[in-house]
């Protein structure tokens, strides 16, 4: 409820900001690189490549304001753990409940993208390929938003965390496959980039797209790695609430 209040204050510059990004990204990244590479490197149009991966980016940007906010913003000028330690709800129930609500608020932003570019250009996924792509992009999100809990708990300075945070999305934007293909890497480089957890999903993904064959071990091992991380971020949490 909290976030739909806060959508509701700022729905206008929000719906701006929403419908201006993935046209940013279609016509200054998508038009250009799609007149250098017709195909990726296994054959795929670029455009069934790279849209894809505009829905993960944008929805990993709808993610990180409202996690930013409260384990970061408001922890370190002291305006929400105490309010934290009297709620009565476990510490890993409160975890879980921001990654979902961020979850469902990032994935509704990359559902609007789908159809904003089913809009300018047409969209490339089937019914099918499209739904495997929110599972898929679920999990995705539910790294990610661990990541940014761990990153908001354990970080105490704005100059870091924006550093960081700079890093990350640097990281995400070229170094998940969204836009450029692991083939384009050194041979070392692309094998630390392909195993390492948050690429995964899209991996999968785009796995499926190209065989029709979904690769369920590479799904599970992502899926255990978020349900030992939300254990950790609880501990961590607590920790934070103790001193």
């Not at 990032?106 to 904003?116: F, K, M, P, R, T």
């Amino acid at each position: 409820m909290r976030r739909i209040w806060s959508w509701k204050n700022r729905l206008v510059p929000s719906l701006l900001l929403l419908l201006t990004l993935p046209v940013i990204l279609f016509v200054l990244v998508g038009l250009s690189l799609n007149n250098i590479m017709r195909n990726s490197l296994s054959g795929m149009p670029f455009e069934l490549w790279v849209i894809p991966g505009f829905i993960f980016i944008i929805s990993s940007m709808g993610l990180f304001p409202l996690i930013y906010r409260d384990f970061f913003d408001l922890r370190v000028h002291r305006k929400v753990l105490a309010h934290v330690v009297l709620a009565p709800y476990r510490k890993r129930i409160m975890i879980c409940g921001y990654l979902i609500v961020s979850g469902i608020e990032a994935i509704i932003l990359g559902v609007i993208s789908i159809g904003i570019f089913s809009a300018i250009s047409s969209f490339p996924l089937s019914v099918i390929q499209t739904l495997f792509m929110i599972v898929c992009l679920s999990l995705y999100l539910l790294l990610l938003g661990n990541f940014l809990i761990s990153m908001g708990l354990l970080i105490n300075t704005v100059t870091t965390f924006s550093m960081i945070s700079f890093i990350t999305f640097i990281f995400i934007l070229f170094g998940n496959g969204f836009i450029i293909e692991f083939g384009f890497f050194p041979a070392g480089i692309a094998s630390f980039l392909k195993w390492q957890p948050i690429s995964i999903p899209f991996q999968v993904f785009q796995l499926f797209i190209n065989t029709n064959i979904i690769d369920w071990q590479m799904l599970v091992y992502p899926l255990v790695l978020v349900l030992f991380w939300v254990i950790a971020n609880t501990k961590i949490l607590k920790w934070k609430l103790r001193h």
